[in-house]
Structure formats: C-alpha cells, structure tokens
C-alpha cells in the first residue's frame, strides 16, 4: 500500500480555472510536508514545507494547506506557466527519508 | 555559479561501459543526495552524504558506487548497468540529512540510457 498518494494523476485545466490538487497520507506522526514543482527536463523546486494540520502556506496563485490526513495545493487562476508536475513528500519519523508522491500533472491552456 | 549543478545533463552508454556522474552544489549544505526517477514512479533515494559520511543506502545495486570527496562535490560511479537503470538520475542538497526536515534543493538530473 502506498504511503503517499496524490490525485489525479493529471490534470488539464483552462487558464482561469480554479482547482486542487491532493495528497494524502497514510503515516502517522507526520513530520513536515513537502511540496515541489517539476518542469520538463529540469529537477524538483520546493515551494513549501507544511508541519502541522491547519498550517497554510502562499505563494503567488498557489496556497498548500494541511490536515491530518492529506494536504491540497490550491491553484487559483491558474496560467499557462503554471504547467509541471506537482511533488508531494513527507517525513514522520526523525531519522526518516522523505517519502515521494507519485506527483500531478498540471497542463493549463490558454 | 549557483544551486546544484550536475553534469552531463545527457549520457549513453552501453551494458560494458563504466561512466560517472558529478554533481557540486554552491549553497553551504552539509547532506548530498542521490534519486531515481523513472516514470509512473516516486522518486527512490539511492545514497545520503552528510558531511561526507554516507549516512543511508537504500540496498543499491553494487553497480551503481557513490563518492563524496568534500561537502560540495558528489559522483555517482557506473559499471555494467542493466537496461532497466535507464532514468533520470537527481542530486539533491540540503542544510541537514539528519532529520530530514530541511527542504531538498535538486539540480536538473542527467538523463541515463543503457543500450
């Protein structure tokens, strides 16, 4: 069974239209939460760390919240750049490699 | 030059080769990091370095041999790969490995494939 499972796997939006993107968790203890943007041919980028249920994190159109069972990575008005894969990781347990989402695709069109 | 550079960004090579992949970072971490990625699939961590002293090894193939000569540079050392280790292969840096909460910082891979 996965531990870390992010839905859907991809996701075809218009530029303007608001959507989530979820990841959800089966471990307790969570640690911190993690959520990166990948482009084509390039490595991760963090955007953020989340550490406790009810913590919400901005940047730009995107806002990542928690709870203790998933997070979800708001994007509002979404453009045409915002296309890439969305990571989502964890740890919970100290001493623990972070565990990786399978990751979103986002493909927002004009 | 910033952020985690790794070279070649591009590499084939056959099942007898032996090859090695390099990666230095230039923001002052102390944890080095080797990933798999391979489509469908979550990333795998293969190797941590923290301060040098490789700190996890996640039951790797013998044929894939890491080195972390100093706390900016990482190699990954190829011999007798399989067709099926043909990935993108990502170094990552990050202030502390120990407990894992200090957010990785990748560079942009090099893209494998074994003919």
């Known amino acids: 069974e996965d531990q870390v499972t992010q839905s859907p796997e991809a996701l075809r939006l218009q530029e303007g239209e608001s959507s989530s993107l979820n990841c959800s968790y089966t471990?307790?203890?969570?640690?911190?939460l993690f959520w990166y943007r990948q482009d084509p041919g390039k490595g991760p980028e963090f955007l953020f760390t989340?550490?406790?249920a009810g913590e919400e994190k901005e940047k730009e159109r995107l806002k990542a919240t928690l709870t203790k069972k998933e997070s979800f990575l708001h994007i509002t008005a979404p453009k045409p750049e915002d296309s890439a894969t969305y990571l989502c990781a964890l740890t919970f347990r100290a001493g623990t490699a972070l565990i990786f989402g399978k990751g979103t695709t986002l493909s927002v069109s004009s | 030059e910033t952020g985690v550079t790794q070279t070649p960004r591009h590499l084939v090579m056959g099942m007898t080769n032996k090859k090695s992949l390099k990666c230095e970072q230039h923001?002052?971490?102390?944890?080095m990091y080797w990933y798999k990625q391979s489509a469908k699939k979550p990333l795998e961590l293969m190797f941590v370095?923290?301060?040098?002293?490789?700190?996890e090894n996640n039951s790797v193939p013998s044929r894939f041999s890491p080195e972390c000569p100093n706390s900016s540079h990482l190699f990954l050392h190829l011999h007798t790969l399989q067709p099926e280790d043909s990935a993108l292969y990502l170094c990552?840096?990050?202030?502390?490995?120990?407990?894992?909460?200090?957010?990785?910082?990748f560079g942009n891979g090099t893209r494998l494939t074994v003919t």
């Open positions: 923001l002052g971490h102390n944890a």
């Open positions: 989340l550490y406790s």
């Open positions: 471990v307790s203890g969570l640690r911190g």
């Open positions: 990552a840096s990050s202030q502390d490995s120990q407990g894992w909460d200090s957010p990785l910082h």
């Open positions: 370095y923290s301060l040098e002293e490789r700190v």
